[in-house]
């Protein structure tokens, strides 16, 4: 049914949510942010609710990527009375995107879906919002950048996920056709909406049991290992 496989990288395959924590957990310390906030937990709550506001207008082209990169860690600094001056947001980024860099985690079965979807000859192709300075490094220190033929992203394509034009870009890259590919993904908004628009299936891998009341998915997973029984 399908030839291609286009599957989106963060809290699909590789735990973006554990990850993330892990290297907040080094800038926490690194910068002494216990000063502000003595409990790891709540301050990590605080980044990561902020920043995932934050990534929704990015996907939707309402902030742009520096905008983002500083709002997430300048906001933290502003509400304890800090500057958020460009020079120590930007150090306190670069000191996350190198811890970041040195996490491995992957999501429940996705080494074991990847090598599946490998055995069954599927080409498969990143398709990520995420950012260059570190995507390319994620993969490599999970051990899964060998299973792509190719790594797409929306830096690159000009247009973030949900905006169908970097389906379509990602389609021309792969040489395949909407109706032969299917697109795998965990956010309901960047990755199966803007499959649709693109006229391409989706997989939607769910396990958060997010409830969806739009147009549903062609499928929708809460493991990963179920999508054999698909694909």
């Not at 958020?84 to 670069?94: A, R």
């Not at 992957?106 to 995507?135: D, W």
């Not at 056709?177 to 795998?184: A, D, G, Q, R, S």
Request: hydrophobic fraction near 40%; include cysteine; aromatic fraction near 14%.
């Amino acid at each position: 049914m399908y030839k291609t496989v286009f599957i989106d990288l963060d809290d699909t395959l590789w735990n973006f949510s554990g990850n993330s924590k892990i290297a907040m957990k080094h800038v926490y310390q690194q910068f002494d942010f216990s000063r502000y906030y003595p409990d790891y937990e709540t301050f990590f709550t605080l980044y990561h609710t902020r920043n995932s506001e934050l990534w929704a207008l990015f996907h939707h082209g309402r902030l742009t990527k520096d905008q983002l990169m500083h709002e997430r860690i300048g906001f933290l600094l502003r509400r304890v009375g800090v500057d958020d001056s460009i020079g120590l947001v930007h150090e306190i980024n670069e000191s996350y995107f190198a811890a970041l860099k040195q996490q491995s985690g992957l999501c429940p079965y996705a080494l074991e879906l990847l090598q599946y979807l490998t055995r069954k000859q599927y080409p498969l192709f990143i398709l990520s919002n995420g950012f260059s300075e570190v995507q390319f490094a994620k993969m490599e220190q999970a051990g899964i950048r060998d299973f792509f033929s190719g790594i797409i992203l929306s830096e690159e394509a000009g247009v973030n996920k949900p905006h169908p034009d970097i389906f379509r870009y990602a389609l021309k890259k792969a040489g395949s056709l909407p109706e032969e590919t299917v697109m795998i993904g965990d956010n309901y908004d960047a990755d199966i909406q803007g499959a649709q628009a693109a006229g391409i299936d989706q997989i939607f891998y769910n396990p958060n049991r997010q409830e969806i009341t739009a147009e549903p998915p062609t499928f929708t997973v809460f493991s990963l290992d179920e999508i054999p029984g698909i694909l």
